[in-house]
């Protein structure tokens, strides 16, 4: 329960506001194209005015890190992912590239997912990969976590870097969209926390050494210097679940997808990162 006090302590004693730190004027200028940092907050969400990119609330030498591909280390991966697309694989003998002329013409897709698809239900970009792979390809499905998925979803949402996100929440997505909202506000775990708790009352906050951001999706798949590799959307909840002891639900499972829905509908607004650099 080490991390609980910490919480009361950290948040409660210690709390900094917001604009002494995060340097609200600083903006994130990635090859020359500027991106939306903070906006006004959808129509949707009732407790907040404004939402803000993760990057605003990281140190200046992880910030300087996302504003240069050279230096970005995801680069590494999104290079291997690049390979990747042209390797044949399974048993109709096949790469990504023999049906795809380059990951270009993925340009706009990741600035919309999650979405609903023909059949009515909700995917993802890994889902739609693995649907390739699997129907199309004849090959094994990648793990969702896994290094092949995260470089090859790095490398297709890169091409929609710099677009506004713009998720649809209406219509056939509602159902979905409630459940998430649900999910994010739902107290869990021995902490018995919400995501709303750290990502919607306490942005701003310092939390332990890290300083607490409102729990944005547009720069993911994300690097993180902590474990040196691009982490996916699902992978980020479980660790936020872990972090409150809470049974993290499985990651490409409804309960995840939901959340991932709702997530992105709050950076509806801001432009899309990927690759993002974060601790
Ligand atoms: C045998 C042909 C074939 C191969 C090989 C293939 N795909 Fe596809 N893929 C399709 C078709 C057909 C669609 C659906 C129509 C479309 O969106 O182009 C599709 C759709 C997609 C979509 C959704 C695009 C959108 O805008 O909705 C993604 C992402 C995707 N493929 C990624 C991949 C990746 C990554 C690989 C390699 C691991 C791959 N595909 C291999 C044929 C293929
Ligand atoms: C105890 C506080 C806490 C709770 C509760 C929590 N998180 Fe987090 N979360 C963090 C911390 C700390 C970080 C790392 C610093 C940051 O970006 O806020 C983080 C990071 C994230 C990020 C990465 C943001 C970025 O810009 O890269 C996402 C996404 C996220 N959390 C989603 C969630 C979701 C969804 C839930 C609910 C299932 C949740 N978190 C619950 C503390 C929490």
């Not at 290094?147 to 998720?167: E, F, P, W």
């Not at 929440?169 to 159902?175: F, K, L, N, V, Y």
Request: overall charge neutral.
């Amino acid at each position: 329960m080490k991390f609980k006090k910490l919480i009361t302590v950290v948040v409660g004693a210690l709390a900094i506001p917001f604009a002494a730190i995060a340097g609200e004027d600083s903006q994130l200028t990635v090859e020359g194209q500027l991106m939306v940092t903070s906006v006004a907050a959808p129509a949707h969400m009732e407790n907040v005015d404004e939402i803000f990119s993760g990057w605003v609330f990281r140190k200046d030498e992880t910030q300087a890190l996302q504003m240069d591909d050279f230096d970005n280390p995801a680069f590494i991966f999104i290079d291997k992912a690049i390979d990747t697309f042209s390797k044949v694989e399974g048993t109709v003998g096949k790469a990504c590239v023999s049906c795809h002329e380059s990951p270009e013409v993925f340009k706009g897709l990741r600035a919309s997912m999650p979405r609903i698809n023909s059949s009515g239900e909700l995917e993802t970009i890994p889902e739609l990969v693995n649907g390739c792979r699997t129907e199309r390809m004849g090959a094994e499905k990648w793990k969702w976590s896994g290094g092949d998925m995260a470089g090859i979803i790095g490398l297709i949402g890169l091409q929609s870097r710099g677009m506004t996100v713009n998720v649809a929440i209406d219509g056939a997505a509602s159902s979905a969209w409630d459940k998430g909202k649900d999910l994010y506000y739902t107290r869990v775990g021995q902490l018995n926390m919400s995501c709303a708790n750290c990502h919607e009352d306490n942005y701003g906050n310092m939390i332990r050494a890290d300083h607490l951001s409102m729990g944005q999706i547009n720069g993911f798949p994300t690097y993180r210097l902590k474990n040196a590799k691009l982490n996916t959307i699902h992978g980020r909840f479980k660790g936020c679940m872990k972090n409150i002891r809470a049974t993290p639900y499985k990651e490409g499972g409804d309960e995840f997808k939901a959340l991932e829905l709702y997530v992105a509908s709050r950076s509806n607004g801001l432009t899309i990162e990927t690759p993002s650099v974060r601790n």
